[in-house]
């Protein structure tokens, strides 16, 4: 018999499973990757909406160096403008705070929305939630550049589309994360969502290009083709993304699995058995005090766990002040809502940045503001490895806080050195500032969405994720409003500002850094390497 061809010997080499699991961690990878992709235009076409203008000895208005195009090609002719230097009503003096009031209205409406989006999407089909919102999102982010192309100048007009643009996008991070949560077990859960988390930096690098690309010609087009990408994401997402492993008949972990046995509508999985000396303790007050929105549970199960047939869908879905009770949510979502303050305001301000400070034109500002996130992916990635090694999610964000807080005093001084000094810094910067967010949002809330105290109610995943990342985009919808704001005095100030946002967050996450020093896992609820109980 002929040997199988080295191809045909790989694919068979991986199990079905395997192939599903691998699938869904793409899928749901390039999926939270376009709602990124589509979040990055605004902060590129910023430099465009107010270009810096000199006035010429003829009376005639010239451009600056950081609008270099505008010698090259004229500019768009704006009918409500006195000149040609940027877009009404962003050509005032007072841009700035516009620009800033811009991101607070997407930022914030995400922030509130997330506080729902958690709850109603535990209740609908993940698959039929997340199409809706990626389909809207896709639709507003176009509508924000067809201003463009009707010369439109109505700051109401890009407000309103900024605040439902938010409210949609809250759609996307609840849904892909519990679906990767459903796929994946908690072994090694730090590296798998460090790496899938990169989808973060990824998609804000393809934002940042694709803006770029069109954003000094015609920049409706930044804004329209991401929207487009969105929606067709959106299309895929419906046609293909499959909830939860069961649907498909796959195991629940990509490591070892329980062998469960079949009964009716349920299946009953046996669990190592408790001694007696455990089963005459009291219950923990932390696991007392949780479950079900209804505060019944049962009693000590020694030895079978009953789960519904349909992987917990049995279960009441847990309510908002009970996700609270988890022990560590409040924490860590305190402490994402510095981190994300000082992340979210990079992303929408540092192209504006380096355009005033190392004197680019927009595109050139664009495409060397991804080095950050770049840096980004790096630092999710080693936050997610280091986590798992140590055996200590909030020790290792609060030493990357700590490392993060000088680093960024460093980038306001050296980065005004020339165009190594600010590459090397935003490397460094990303990885810093990303890492503790990253690993909050993923595999810290995964920890804490399967926490020990809700006995394997899978419903709470969705509301934990949406708390916690719901409470740091209020910090990313202060951030940028605050960059705004405080610029016109010194990007110093805005570099101050951020460190001391940085302080906050290590300072939330001290009780939880004793807490792990002092009994090694019991943070997020779960001891490391995680098993199954």
Not at 159 to 173: D, K, M, P
Not at 321 to 347: D, M, N, Q, R
Not at 397 to 407: N, Q, Y
């Amino acid at each position: 018999m002929a040997q199988l061809p080295p191809g045909i010997r790989f694919i068979i080499s991986f199990s079905r499973d395997q192939w599903y699991r691998a699938f869904i961690f793409i899928l749901t990878f390039l999926l939270y990757a376009s709602f990124h992709l589509s979040r990055k235009p605004i902060s590129i076409v910023k430099g465009e909406l107010h270009s810096y203008c000199t006035a010429s000895n003829d009376g005639k208005v010239g451009f600056s160096s950081q609008s270099q195009k505008a010698r090259a090609a004229p500019a768009h002719q704006l009918p409500d403008n006195g000149t040609d230097c940027g877009w009404a009503p962003f050509d005032q003096d007072n841009y700035q705070q516009l620009l800033g009031a811009l991101d607070y209205s997407f930022l914030c409406a995400y922030a509130i929305g997330m506080y729902l989006s958690g709850i109603i999407g535990e209740r609908l089909p993940i698959r039929c939630y997340l199409t809706f919102g990626m389909l809207a999102s896709g639709a507003f982010t176009a509508l924000f550049g067809v201003g463009y192309f009707y010369n439109i100048h109505s700051f109401g007009f890009y407000v309103i589309t900024q605040i439902i643009n938010g409210l949609v996008q809250t759609t996307g991070w609840p849904s892909v994360v519990t679906c990767l949560g459903n796929w994946f077990g908690k072994g090694r859960r730090g590296l798998i969502m460090g790496v899938w988390n990169s989808h973060t930096s990824v998609g804000n690098i393809l934002g940042s290009l694709i803006a770029g690309y069109w954003v000094s010609t015609c920049w409706g087009l930044s804004f329209i083709v991401p929207g487009a990408i969105v929606a067709a994401m959106g299309i895929l997402c419906f046609l293909f993304l499959i909830e939860h492993p069961k649907d498909i008949a796959c195991s629940s972990s990509p490591a070892t699995h329980l062998r469960g046995y079949e009964n009716g509508a349920h299946r009953f999985w046996p669990q190592k058995p408790v001694p007696a000396e455990e089963r005459s303790k009291p219950p923990d007050p932390e696991m007392q005090r949780l479950l079900l929105s209804d505060g019944k549970h049962s009693g000590h199960q020694n030895h079978v766990v009953v789960l519904p047939a349909d992987g917990g869908g049995g279960m009441a879905a847990i309510s908002f002040t009970g996700a609270l009770k988890i022990p560590g949510v409040i924490e860590f979502s305190l402490c994402l809502l510095f981190a994300k303050l000082v992340s979210y305001t990079f992303l929408f301000w540092l192209p504006l940045y380096i355009t005033n400070v190392d004197h680019l034109d927009v595109k050139k500002a664009g495409e060397l503001s991804t080095l950050f996130d770049v840096g980004g992916i790096f630092g999710g990635i080693l936050a997610g490895v280091i986590s798992d090694r140590l055996e200590k999610r909030a020790s290792t964000c609060g030493l990357m806080l700590l490392l993060a807080a000088p680093t960024l005093y460093a980038f306001s001084s050296i980065s005004r050195m020339g165009l190594e000094a600010t590459i090397a810094m935003l490397l460094l910067s990303g990885a810093l500032v990303s890492g503790p967010y990253a690993l909050i949002t993923t595999a810290v809330s995964a920890d804490l969405g399967t926490h020990k105290s809700l006995k394997g109610n899978s419903h709470a995943l969705a509301t934990v994720t949406a708390i916690i990342d719901g409470t740091g985009s209020v910090g990313a919808a202060l951030g940028p409003l605050l960059a705004g704001l405080i610029s016109p005095s010194g990007w110093n100030n805005v570099f101050y500002m951020l460190m001391f946002a940085d302080a906050c967050a290590l300072l939330f996450l001290i009780r939880l850094i004793h807490k792990e020093l002092s009994c090694p896992g019991s943070a997020t609820g779960n001891q490391v390497p995680f098993k199954e109980h």
